[in-house]
């Protein structure tokens, strides 16, 4: 599976982006915010992971951005963030989210999600 991690601490993007590969994923990863969007024309994730806090734009904004960019053929977007409040969580939906992980994250869980929607090709 394709999976596009957006955080802008480098170390959160390092470790998950390990912990993907070492399931078999592609990754691309980006700290930045106003990347993400040429990140998803390029790589074409079938998942992102975003961060909802990041500067310039947050992530309620990119996945806002997203879905009506692409639709129904938007990536399937999760939110992974340290915010776990029942208000951001319903942002977090209203803005265009499939699913919302709280930091810190359980490694197996996390990929047990990703394996969800993972194509039985990969």
Not at 41 to 55: G, I, N
Not at 83 to 100: E, I, L, M, V, Y
Request: charged letters at 25%; glycine letters at 6%.
């Amino acid at each position: 599976m394709r999976v596009l991690i957006a955080d802008d601490d480098r170390e959160a993007v390092v470790r998950l982006g390990i912990l993907l590969r070492s399931e078999g994923h592609q990754v691309w990863s980006t700290q930045d915010s106003l990347e993400v969007g040429t990140a998803v024309r390029e790589f074409k994730p079938q998942m992102v992971l975003l961060d909802l806090e990041m500067p310039e734009r947050d992530g309620f904004q990119v996945a806002e951005d997203l879905c009506r960019d692409y639709g129904p053929d938007c990536p399937v977007l999760v939110a992974v963030t340290g915010h776990s409040t029942p208000r951001d969580r319903a942002r977090a939906k209203a803005s265009g989210f499939h699913h919302f992980v709280a930091k810190p994250y359980d490694p197996e869980e996390l990929l047990s999600l990703v394996a969800l929607f993972t194509p039985a090709s990969s």
